[in-house]
């Protein structure tokens, strides 16, 4: 059961990695990038939050450094997506497939970056914080390099909200003597479950 | 005396971090940001400055991560502050208060920044720029966020050139044998009567 | 020999810092930035890349802050460069002198770079990602400050790419046991001609 979990968790990591990695191509593209314009974007997308999250508790090695296969990864993606004409992206299916990948990267990163926090000795807030930079600072400043004021900070549909709301979840889950791999499922569900409720009803944070 | 005077600093700490949430607040709301955004850019605003001092030297753990109340105080602040509307910031009454708040808070975050980078071993020059660093970058990275060129740097009345002169007697008097409490208020006093001065009068730089 | 490399590579790093530090302080005079704004940016153009790279590695203490020389010189060079008209940055005969030594900056930021990660333990691509990171990313910086989308990811010229390939070739000829001065001066040497190539034939990334 363990073990399914495990797999399961690696699965989810490398499609929440891939997805997050797509919507910076998917920006740098939208501002005529080059190659190394959208590689780069695409990569501070995927990992720009947990390094901010590292940094800010001064956790080496950082993920992406003694990960390198990601690297590597995100490379052919980037090549791989370089031809693709802007119209791709602008599918509505792709869209919908896109919202859902990026919605269980968005609760993996959110669960996996409070667990670090709180593993580094943070209190119940500051790891709720860092679980919420985990989450959605990668596409913070991906919007900082392609020169827009991030869409995180926007009133559309819950985004880092349900990044708050995961995070509590697997804390809470800690607290109360959950394990690790159970509180992340569980709270990967939780922010799913949030983000695609608010995508299709258009909630959004009252002010 | 030394006591009173540590109660002092505590109580300028806390008008200084509140001055600077706000100016995150009026910016954000500015750009029509939500509750996250706003929170977010107080903050960043707020320990910004310390938080890049820090990285620059390697000094963990982070002021704010430590000091996880001033979290939670400035998330009241974003709540509370986020019905008002845009008229409240711009009558000249609260811009005033605000004015002298925040000549509070780069007095004191150039001080103990400069202490900081001092402590850790930097020479005078680098304690100088990094003292400068606490001070001024909450708010380049405020209005970087913001999509903006960040103000400081921009042709305004003085800003940044006080906690230059700031810092500066701040080191002065600790190479001077002044105890650092002193030294400190000292330094805030130049700083405050510098600032409130270049903006009554008008005062740039000459290029 | 290694004597006179030695004496050549601290030349190239001095022409390096100035000319990266120079394209700081043309950016930020066409933004009309003051004096403090001209140094700062300057500054985070000519270190930001190796503080960067520092900061994924947890390398400390930072270049600049160890040779705190360098940020006086460069506080020399803004107030000297202030003066002068944005027609002094537009002549032709200075744009190409400031093409050749900015090119060598860029060499030698990319070999030292991916030295650096490399002594740090990292693999062979992410040493090469981190020596590109410490050629490019100073420049990243300037334009976000500045209110840009990074010059390096647009279709210009070589320019993210001449640093791929020299932080390669410095790696290559690590790994075939050249000492590092040398693979130093071959890197360098290979990353100016194929900058000065590609501006001069006018080659760009084909995506």
Redo the contacts between chains.
Sequence with gaps: MIFSQAHALALVELLGVLAFAFTGIIE?RK????????Y??SMITAFGGG?VRD????H???Y??QH?GY??ILLGFAVAA??LSSSFYENPHITKIFIVLDALGLGLFSAVGAGVAHQAG??F??SL?LGVVTGVFGG?IRD???????N????NELY??CA?FGSAVFLICLYLSVDELSATLISIAFTVTLRLVSVKYRV??P?
Excluded: H, Q
């Design positions: 740098a501002k005529n990038m080059d190659l190394i314009g959208v780069t974007v390094t940094l800010m508790i001064g080496y090695p950082l992406w450094v390198s690297a590597l370089a031809p943070c209190d807030y500051i914080l913070v900082i390099i392609c020169n827009e004021i991030p995180v900070f926007r009133r880092a909200t708050v959004k944070l002010f």
